[in-house]
Structures are given as structure tokens and as C-alpha cells.
């Protein structure tokens, strides 16, 4: 198959990495609807995707992963940069001319017998003035038919491109799928990504974290704006007007449940509405006004099956039934379809599990899905998403808002005295470990801004880079920054807050701050919400006046020991860590005496 582009960067890299691991032919990825469906009939034929019950779930299929590749391996994932302080304390590094030696080491001929895809994609809308392009290579079919639904894939990719050497180079070679010589490599220096014995979407699809976060947030550095590990809501107000959220949470903190956020009853009935623009990146950059607008760089969700269902999460329950790829989920074989633990109560009988293997539901110990088993589903399926998905110069931002698992320590809500104490919020992140299966419970683990697996730079410049962006603000039109805990809870252990969709009467409280609308109390750690200001219509028996005001405590005892481990953990990054970020803390320590 011809080249679809005469841009010699791109042909130069191609043609170098064809010799490198010798394929039996090349196949460029056009964006047709015809082609993807003669890929899907071919992955049938193989045996790498099983079609599913086409009356049920149109244009819907099923993959298994091999069982020792089924999750993103942060041991496995390198930042390679000349210097270990560039890539920063808290990531794995690698030099890059020794990185690049391994790889092709392990990459060499891996490809004979195999066909080469060469996937042409953009990274937000095509054409975008935020938008990136990159070029991924892959020996898999698999990953040709998730890319096409999580980015704009095709020929009007590369004609945006023209003759630019602005694009990033991805190489994912499956090899063997050996955990030993399995390596997820970014060298951000040179716009490239290289991954190595993985078929599991988050080591391959290269576009996803690799590309818009690990690259780019290090591309935002260099060119004034910002990758973020970051969901973006819209909430719409019985008026019709709708102002925009950018979130951050680290894993298991409910982040896709809030971008799909569904209003309780009583707001409904008022006319509120909950728009997703994304469920998991933002790429922000200020506007003609002096705004910060943010789009998704996404075209699809790639989402967590386990719990998704029709009480906890019916919007991204809905976006699954046509155009999905399942990955790793049970089988249920009298229907022809797919069953994942917490989709329903009734797991089917006579049933393929995620192994391949046959499964009982009602009898098995073992689970029918894995627990990080995957849906790739068409962002357009949502009954939620945002008129403004394809909206080119992007949405413009009213607030952040940072957020973990703590039980005790973190109120309900507070907001940040400013941008500078909004960044030390976002620092400071954190969440408690929950299950006993990851060590011992209750365990502290800071996750800045989400970010800390996804940074593809030194952190303490990352922190640098949002203090920077911060200063070239109008303050008036800066979004205000917040921070937030659905996690409080009792002595007895008992969430005290009943989240999901009454987490917009918080999302309320932060927008009416944001319009001036109500006063805040101002405490050692921020400005926390008069207990009266929040809406707890409908939640009587549930949460009431006196609960509310235990759930914004501040227990200053408890943020003596937290400023101690926030000292421990800016100790790492040395003369790197921002002097504003050690003034925020020395306020809070002063505040707390």
C-alpha cells in the first residue's frame, strides 16, 4: 500500500524503523469506514477479537490480553532523558542513547511475518490550534481498532500535518508479550515513544498516556500551556448558562462517575444539567481573552468495566453499547454478550472468563472479569457529552478542582487563598490506600495533581510551570482553585457524604464562589463553605446541618502530622522544589501554630 504523505520526516522514520524490525508489509491506517471493518473481520478470523451479539451491541467485540499483561506497568516505564534530574525523583529514568540500544535490541525483526499498521492521528480535533499529531507503528490489529476510537485517526491527519516535523513517533512492538523485556519508554527530547512486549491498551495505545500526558505535559512546558490529568465537566443552570470544571483525582476517587455526573432529582426538576467534554485529560491553553480554555485531547473513553453500571454510572454504561471494544470482561455465552462484576446481580451461568477459561458465575470462586478489565467506547455514545466535544478553540475554565480518599483530614470542600496556595493544594494531593491487597490500610500516598505516574518531566518544574502560568493571569479571569473529599468519614467508619450525583451541591458551592455569590469562612487551611451555603434539599435523614459541619472540620492535630509529611515529601526534590510552594507550606505550618 502506498504512502499516504510526502512528508520526509515522516517517510525518513518509517522507512528507518521498517528496517529495524522487518515486516512482511506495511498498511497505513486511511480513516475509512471500510477499512476498519475489513481489520475487525480479519481480528475475528485470527481469533483476536470474538464479535458479540450484534442485535444487542452493534459493532461490539471482545479481546483477551495474555494474563501477565492486563494493567499499565509503572516499574516498567522509563522517562529518558541526557540526565537523571531532568527526568526527576519521582520517575524512573533511563539514558537515552542506552534506552534506545535496548529497544532496538528487543524490537529488532520482531515484526517478520507480521504486518506493520502505520496509524496517523491527532490528538484533539484535526486542525485544532491545541491539537498535537503523532504517528504510531504497530504489529497490532488490536491496537489499529482502539486508536481509531480513542483519537481522530486517517489521512486528514497527515494532510494537517503537510511537510511539519511537529508529531510524535510511536513504535509498539507485541514481540513475545514478555514481563521481563516489556519496556514503556518516552523520550521527551525527541517526541518519541517506544513500547516493547505489551498488548494491554495503557502500554499501547501510545496516543493515550504515554503521548497526552508523559509527552506532552513536557511539550506544555516548553511551549507555554498544560497537559493535565484532568476530567472536564460543564454544569448547565436552569438560566441555560454553563461554566465549565477541570478535575484531577488520583485512581478509585470516582473521577469518571463525576464527568458523567448525574443531578439528584431535585436539581433536575430545576432544569441542572451535567455535560462531559472528558473523562480523564485536558490540555489547556489561554485564550484571545486571557482566559484559560481546555479541550480533551480524546476521542473516546477508555474506562474501568468492574462497577460500571446502571446505578453507578448509567451514562458511561450507555456509551458502551455500540462501536465497543471489551477487554479482558466474561462472556456470557447463552447471549452472546459481555458480564463484568458489578454490572448486575446475575452473572451468567454458561460463561468464557477473562482467561479464556469456562465459568460458571454463580458457582466460580475466581472473578469472571479481571479487575482492570477495559471498555474502548466512541465518546459520540454518551448520552451526556458536551455540544462542545468538537469545539476546536476548546471550553473556558471556571475552576480546578483537586481531590483524594482521606478519611479524616480533608473537609468536604475548601478553596485556595489564591493561585499560588492553589498549586500547593493540587501539590500536596493525596489519597489513603483502601485495600489490604496494596500493603497496609490507610496509607498515605501522595499524588500530585494525579500526575505522579504521568509527568513526563522533573516534577518540581512541572510545580514551576503551573506557578508560571499562574503569574501571566489576569486574577479577575484565573479559574479558582479547590479542593475536595467525598471520603469523610465517622468513628464507626461510615461515609459521612453520599457522593455521586450529590456532588454536584458542591460543584454549586464552588461555581457560586467563583461568581461572588456567597462568603466562605477563611481557616488555617483555606476558605471553607458556611455549612448554610451548601444545598442539602432532598438529603433529609441523610446528611444534615450538624453532620455537614463535622464533615468541614478542620482538626488542626491532624494537619500538624499532614505538614510533617508534606515537609518529608517536598525533601525530594531538593533545590527544585518552587520557593513559593515552600512559602505555602511555612503559611500552613504558622497557620496551624
Known sequence: MSALTSNPSVLAWIEDKVKLVSPDQIVWIDGSAEQIEALRAEAVSTGEMIKLNQELLPDCYLHRTAVNDVARVEGRTFICTPTKEEAGPTNNWMEPSEAYAMLYDIARDSYKGRTMYVIPYSMGPVGSRFSKIGIELTDSIYVVLNMAIMTRTGKAVLDVLGDSDDWVRGLHCK????????????????????????????????????????????????????????????????????????????SACGKTNLAMLIPPEIYRKKGYKVWCVGDDISWIRKGPDGRLYAINPENGFFGVAPGTNEKSNPNALAATRKGTIFTNVALNLDTNTVWWEGLDKNPPENAIDWKGNPWNGKTSKEKGAHPNSRFTAPAVNCPCISSEFENSNGVP??????????????????????????VFVGSIMASETTAAASGAVGVVRRDPMAMLPFCGYNMGDYWQ?????????????????????????????????????????????????????????????????????????????????????????????????????????????GDKLPPALRKELDTLKANLA
Open 175 to 250: 514481540c513475545g508479550i514478555e514481563e521481563e523485556k516489556r519496556y514503556i519508554c518516552q523520550f521527551p527530547q525527541d517526541n518519541t515513544i517506544i513500547s516493547v512486549n505489551s498488548g494491554y491498551g495503557g502500554n499501547v495505545l501510545l496516543g493515550k498516556k504515554c503521548f497526552a500526558l508523559r509527552i506532552a505535559s513536557y511539550q506544555g512546558w516548553k511551549e507555554g500551556w498544560q497537559a493535565e490529568h484532568m476530567l472536564i465537566l460543564g454544569v448547565e443552570d436552569p438560566k441555560g448558562d454553563v461554566r465549565y470544571i477541570c478535575a484531577a483525582f488520583p
Open 465 to 573: 510551570h503551573w506557578i508560571d502560568i499562574g503569574a501571566g493571569l489576569d486574577p479577575e479571569k484565573a479559574p479558582k482553585v479547590f479542593n475536595v473529599n467525598w471520603f469523610r468519614k465517622d468513628d464507626d467508619g461510615n461515609f459521612m457524604w453520599p457522593g455521586f450525583g450529590d456532588n454536584l451541591r458542591v460543584l454549586e458551592w464552588i461555581l457560586d464562589r467563583c461568581d461572588g455569590k456567597v462568603g466562605a469562612q477563611e481557616t488555617a487551611i483555606g476558605y471553607l463553605p458556611n455549612a448554610e451555603d451548601i444545598n442539602l434539599e432532598g438529603l433529609e435523614g441523610e446528611v444534615t446541618l450538624d453532620s455537614l459541619r463535622t464533615i468541614l472540620d478542620v482538626d488542626k492535630e491532624l494537619w500538624r502530622t499532614e505538614a510533617d509529611g508534606i515537609e518529608e515529601f517536598y525533601a525530594k526534590f
Open 397 to 422: 475554565i471556571s475552576a480546578f478542582v483537586f481531590g483524594g480518599r482521606r478519611a479524616k483530614l480533608a473537609p468536604l470542600v475548601y478553596q485556595s487563598r489564591d493561585w499560588n496556595h492553589g
